[in-house]
């Protein structure tokens, strides 16, 4: 399927691995210029050289920054008009559901968890808005089956991403008719270096069985999986849709129920 995002231009934080190399990688494959921010410097190195290898350096920049500072990703905005012009479609993809097992983790941890896992996420629609209503763009957040439904994940991480899809449904009524916004609910994505993968090493027996038990479909997601969601929500495929929330999870989520 065409779905007419040729030219188009993407700030995307998160991207250095996982599911946020998959969503890179999918825009740029539909003929996007793709701006990938992360702290992790040497990470980002090497997703940008392989990205470039694949779809030439003209439509990849890298850009190292902390995106809980506001003036970092006002930069990178900057950065990005400066190069491409203009900015068309924002993803706040940042995400980290480590936590301690208390039922209610103390006051620092929660702090860390909705820097990590909320501010990233507000810190972006903040600094991208005036942007994507010049652009008539799409804003885009990744959030979590955690922030829809008790999954037994920490507390912490998902009280701040049930933050983030609320966050998602007011801008979606507030920056309209200009912006659309949506946000997209991953279940369990397993992914090299991801969470999941840490767990399955160490359990794999617990961990088949709750994807046995838990999930209708059987399996992990892949990035893929969730890149293909980002892609379509973002495209004019999606035009008359703002203010969704897309769980790609295998329908575990109805299992939940």
Not at 55 to 61: D, E, I, P, R
Not at 184 to 210: H, S
């Amino acid at each position: 399927m065409n779905l007419d995002l040729e030219g188009k231009v993407v700030l995307l934080t998160g991207a250095s691995g996982g599911i946020g190399r998959a969503i890179s990688h999918q825009f740029l494959s539909n003929g996007c210029r793709v701006a990938l921010i992360s702290r992790d410097k040497n990470r980002l190195s090497k997703t940008i050289d392989e990205l470039k290898t694949v779809f030439g350096s003209q439509n990849v920049v890298g850009i190292s920054a902390d995106c809980t500072q506001e003036e970092n990703l006002v930069d990178a905005v900057s950065k990005v008009i400066g190069l491409w012009s203009s900015v068309d479609i924002a993803i706040a993809n940042i995400g980290d559901g480590r936590s301690e097992p208390s039922p209610l983790p103390g006051a620092e941890s929660f702090l860390k968890s909705f820097e990590t896992n909320f501010r990233t996420a507000e810190v972006l629609a903040r600094v991208s808005t005036d942007e994507l209503r010049r652009s008539h763009g799409n804003l885009l957040f990744v959030a979590s089956i955690a922030g829809l439904e008790m999954t037994g994940a920490p507390t912490d991480y998902s009280v701040a991403k049930a933050a983030v899809v609320m966050l998602s449904k007011q801008l979606s009524r507030k920056l309209s008719p200009e912006v659309r916004v949506n946000c997209i609910a991953p279940g369990n994505i397993y992914f090299e270096g991801g969470r999941w993968a840490e767990l399955q090493t160490k359990d794999p027996v617990t961990i088949e069985r709750m994807l046995q038990t838990s999930v209708p479909l059987r399996r992990f997601g892949s990035p893929e999986d969730v890149a293909s969601a980002a892609v379509f929500l973002c495209s004019p495929k999606a035009g008359f849709i703002t203010g969704a929330c897309l769980t790609v999870d295998g329908g575990q989520t109805v299992a939940i129920h």
